[in-house]
């Protein structure tokens, strides 16, 4: 079955037929960094990584760009209020740059633990003023673009034919959030701004044609993608928040430049909602990810978005999180076991299995499909049933749970990227761990050796754990 891709532009499921193939050019839109990741960039990087990993898995070669918004994101996503780098760079007394890097360090830290793959080239908007001044320049030449008595830089949207056909919205809706005053020097409310002039406190600013200011939001998408990639992209992704304003302006300022289509398929990723709320800083639900994974194992994320669809939104509850954290460890431990039984075995034929191929089968259709991670999950369950029933089997065939193996890991590690560290649940080991030691205190103190023992209840009190002893029986908490 060929790979399909619901392009956002048709809203229908497309076969994927890129430019140039093997070769595949793909833009996401990375992180504006002001701040630690949260559990909607997990979706995002998460969702996008895998659509990655299958594109190669399939013998593509992919170019995956990704960039680092360090300049430009104005508050409430429009063309007035405080840039939101700015902002945090006052509220933690520090240069806007250092807040920058601070926060992209955070951010490939927490992807590095979600196991999502660096994308090719990650580049950052300040490192490319130049080029966005170009660009806007060619704008303004061609006359989409205008320039005003307050020295600011605004894009025409009447002057491009099909303004807003990605998000289909008409010029009179107004956006939802923060409302913004419209800035009096547009020639029309929603021409959005390419350049704006900075006063003397703005932070980051930069010598133009136009005088000393910053580019707007949207440019830097344009010009990176185009930069790296080439005037048409075969993706562009990013969270589908960022469909209005962001993707269709986008499109606008590019393909006035160039007069080509700029995107093929354009694939975003549903939201994410805590308790069915938005998730927000204001109502008390926002997590941070670097706070979760305190709790939580980041591989049980990972799985748990994974499980969902990106099209579709994703609820997180602690009931729904429980439910896939014990999918996991069921998952897990089923893959261990198979590793375990074949472990150090080779093939003694080339014997194919009717009921693995056609489940290793229904695994890729699910993921041609439009990158369904939900069913190809729902399918990884039953290969590894087969694989169960087999390593019950008195008379186990080694063969076919060699073949069932590497199937496993290039499903599970190379394709999902669930990192298996080829060892039962932690959680279970450590558990068996602190009772043997609680059964090697016991022995002490039946021995009388109160020293020992106490030795043993304090150090594992240092590591959190409180053991207490009741008439019967030795337990603790942790
Ligand atoms: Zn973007």
């Known amino acids: 079955m060929p790979l399909k891709i619901y392009n956002s532009f048709s809203r229908e499921k ?50 995956y760009v990704q960039n680092i918004t360090d300049v430009g994101h104005l508050v409430g996503d429009v063309d007035e209020g405080e840039d939101k780098i700015q902002k945090q760079a006052k509220v933690e007394k520090m240069d806007p740059v250092e807040i920058a890097y601070k926060y992209e360090v955070s951010y490939f830290d927490d992807m590095q633990v979600l196991n999502v793959l660096k994308p090719d080239i990650s580049c950052r908007a300040t490192g490319h003023i130049i080029e966005m001044i170009e660009l806007i320049k060619k704008l303004i030449e061609k006359k989409h673009a205008y320039t005003t008595n307050k020295g600011n830089v605004y894009f025409s ?45 703005h932070l980051m600013q930069w010598d133009s044609p136009w005088g000393k200011g910053y580019p707007g939001w949207h440019i830097e998408c344009s010009v990176m993608s185009m930069k790296y990639i080439g005037e048409t992209l075969d993706i562009h992704g990013g969270g589908i928040d960022n469909i209005f304003p962001h993707h269709d302006c986008e499109i606008a300022q590019s393909e006035a430049a160039t007069g080509k289509t700029f995107i093929k398929y354009f694939i975003h990723n549903n939201m994410l ?99 369904n991670t939900s069913r190809s999950i729902a399918v990884l369950y039953e290969i590894l049933k087969v694989s169960n029933i087999e390593l019950q089997n008195k008379n186990m065939d080694i063969d076919k749970l060699i073949v069932i193996n590497e199937i496993i890991n290039d499903f599970v590690d190379k394709i999902l990227g669930l990192k298996m560290d080829n060892k039962k649940s932690q959680d279970d080991i450590e558990d068996k761990l602190i009772e043997f030691i609680i059964q090697l205190r016991n022995n002490y103190r039946k021995e009388k050796n109160y020293k020992a023992s106490d030795d043993i209840r304090d150090m594992l009190l240092s590591l959190g754990i409180t053991i207490k002893d009741d008439q019967e029986k030795t337990t603790y908490t942790r």
């Open 14 to 63: 497309e076969e994927f037929k890129p430019i140039n193939p093997p070769y595949v050019g793909m833009y996401v839109c990375g992180p504006t960094v002001y701040g630690h990741p949260h559990l909607g960039h997990a979706r995002t990087y998460i969702v996008f990584d895998v659509i990655y990993r299958y594109l190669m898995h399939s013998g593509y070669k992919v170019k």
């Open 157 to 201: 949207v009447k002057t491009f034919k099909n303004y807003a056909r990605l998000s289909r919205r008409k010029a009179d809706e107004t956006m939802e959030g923060e409302r913004i005053e419209i800035a009096d020097d547009k020639k029309s409310p929603e021409d959005f701004a390419l350049w704006k002039k900075a006063d003397a406190e």
């Open 273 to 371: 909602t805590v308790d069915g709320k938005k998730m927000g800083k204001s109502l008390g639900n926002f997590i941070i990810l670097k706070e979760l994974f305190k709790k939580l194992d980041p591989m049980v994320l990972r799985f748990y978005i994974l499980q969902c669809h990106y099209a579709s939104p994703l609820d997180f509850t602690q009931a729904a999180l429980d439910s896939a954290k014990q999918g996991y460890e069921r998952l897990k431990n089923s893959v261990f076991s198979l590793n375990k039984a074949v472990e150090g075995k080779t093939k003694s034929s080339s014997e194919k299995y009717d009921d693995v191929e056609t489940l290793k089968k229904e695994f890729l259709d699910a993921m041609d499909d439009d990158f």
